[in-house]
């Protein structure tokens, strides 16, 4: 167990299954390395503490920096680590340490300018400008400095002739090539063209270093042993957290490129996901930038909402945006909304029926037993997302099903969406939302999500007036 501070804190231990990234296009948007992060959902007091920091990589140059800064120090370090991990050889691995503890000093030093960059910040820094991370650091430097200048005196050279090789001790301040150089030429042979050699060490040469130079080597060895005990892995972590921020910054000026805004949610104490212009950013991945956003309604009141409508009129879109801003919110970033106010839900769920998964047992079976899966594994606090569940069955038959999964959210106080096909869902009691056309645009073609107050909300309704059908018309025709 790590015992040093983390720039991601704790999240909650329940995992968003991977699955909910592809069904939302997430996978197409985001690194894997981010959408693993954003698997894990935060409670409130993260949320605020990622919100905090992330805010500052916005406002602030300063701490930017200090992420780049940190990010270069420890893929430095990740490199160092690797080659001398990989070692074998004593008097290699001896050189390849003390650079190990090199890096590890830029990596710390890094580190500890994240001081006044708010409570995760200020404690990574505190960290490590402890006096336990200072006093190892400073005896370390110094421990640095005196292998190196021991070290300097261990000079070697090994050249061949015939079948012989040789290993001498010398101290002329000459490089091994000249000095290699002057001794072939007083045996009368003509000095190679300097090349670039292989650096790796072969343990026969090693051992020989190490017995001409055993003095120097021991004397290493005690300045440096004190460290073989520090648990370099532990740094790795900071990358993958440095990154996220990192790369969620990108991800966040790219959409806003595109004219799409982003706010922090306010954390809210009681059950309720309401924003106004809420966005689909998902649609990126189609080229599509023109993306109408929507408001949401959730609240302890209304937590569950069906959404009826004409097909084509963005009812999916519509729940992809509430899916994937609920991720986002969930992982401490900014939403692409203009204001929000949004509960920390436990955990998010998914149903998104793909006909080719059910060769072998066949669509409704499926269904019903994801449903049944979602029902057992989430708690109360979850807020699940149905897309046309139940939809590739009778008409009556579904509608039994979708009526008895309601029924059991409701009595659970569930959050969440259903997109269904069944309009008699319009004469239950439970909230709906509806399809209309949006009367600001003059050419009526784009389509906006709206609470279901009476039958004139719903875009069926509007079909029928404008061309004078009845239900039963518009039904036969669709």
């Not at 990010?71 to 190990?100: H, M, R």
């Not at 806003?256 to 106004?276: D, E, L």
């Amino acid at each position: 167990m790590s015992n040093i501070p983390s720039f991601l804190g704790k999240p909650r231990e329940k995992e968003i299954s991977y699955r909910i990234f592809t069904d939302l296009q997430l996978d197409s948007l985001l690194s894997p390395a981010a959408r693993k992060i954003l698997a894990f959902p935060c409670g409130s007091d993260e949320i605020l503490r990622r919100q905090e920091f992330f805010k500052l990589l916005y406002s602030d140059e300063r701490i930017f920096e200090c992420v780049k800064n940190s990010i270069s120090a420890l893929n430095a370090y990740q490199t160092a680590f690797g080659v001398w991990d990989a070692s074998s050889v004593p008097s290699e691995k001896c050189y390849l340490f003390i650079k190990l503890l090199e890096e590890y000093l830029k990596v710390c030093s890094a580190l500890s300018e994240f001081d006044g960059f708010g409570s995760i910040g200020t404690e990574i820094a505190d960290y490590f400008n402890s006096d336990f991370m200072m006093s190892r650091r400073t005896k370390m430097a110094q421990s640095i400095k005196n292998a190196k200048i021991i070290l300097s005196r261990v000079s070697t050279y090994v050249f061949t002739y015939g079948e012989h090789s040789q290993v001498s001790k010398y101290n002329a301040p000459h490089t091994h090539y000249e000095y290699g150089a002057a001794l072939f030429a007083k045996l009368g042979l003509t000095t190679p063209e300097k090349r670039k050699m292989n650096g790796k060490v072969h343990i026969t040469l090693s051992n020989g270093i190490t017995e001409l130079f055993g003095n120097e080597y021991y004397r290493v060895s005690a300045l440096l042993n004190p460290y073989q005990s520090i648990n370099f892995r532990e740094l790795f972590i900071y990358v993958r957290e440095l990154n996220f921020y990192k790369e969620m910054k990108a991800f966040c000026e790219k959409v806003q490129s595109y004219g799409i805004p982003t706010c922090f949610p306010r954390v809210s104490a009681n059950k309720r996901y309401v924003c106004r212009d809420l966005y689909d950013i998902s649609l990126i991945v189609k080229e599509c930038y023109d993306i109408v956003p929507n408001d949401t309604w959730f609240d302890k009141d209304r937590i569950f909402f069906f959404l009826t409508g004409a097909n084509g009129g963005g009812k999916t879109t519509y729940l992809r945006s509430v899916a994937i801003n609920l991720i986002l919110f969930l992982g401490g970033m900014p939403v692409f909304a203009r204001d929000a106010d949004i509960y920390p839900f436990s955990s998010i769920y998914t149903h998104f029926p793909k006909d080719e998964r059910f060769a072998q047992t066949g669509r409704l079976h499926e269904e019903m037993i994801r449903t049944k899966e979602i029902l057992g594994e989430c708690d109360n606090d979850a807020f699940i997302l149905f897309n046309e569940t139940f939809s590739g069955t009778d008409d009556k038959k579904g509608f039994e099903l979708l009526l008895e999964t309601a029924n059991e959210l409701k009595e659970r106080n569930i959050g969440g969406l259903y997109v269904t096909h069944f309009h008699e869902i319009s004469d239950t009691s439970f909230p709906i939302l509806g399809v209309i056309i949006d009367k600001d645009d003059e050419n009526r073609r784009t389509f906006k999500i709206s609470l279901k107050n009476d039958e004139k909300c719903s875009y069926a309704h509007d079909i029928l007036v404008k061309y004078g059908l009845d239900k039963a018309s518009l039904e036969k025709r669709g």
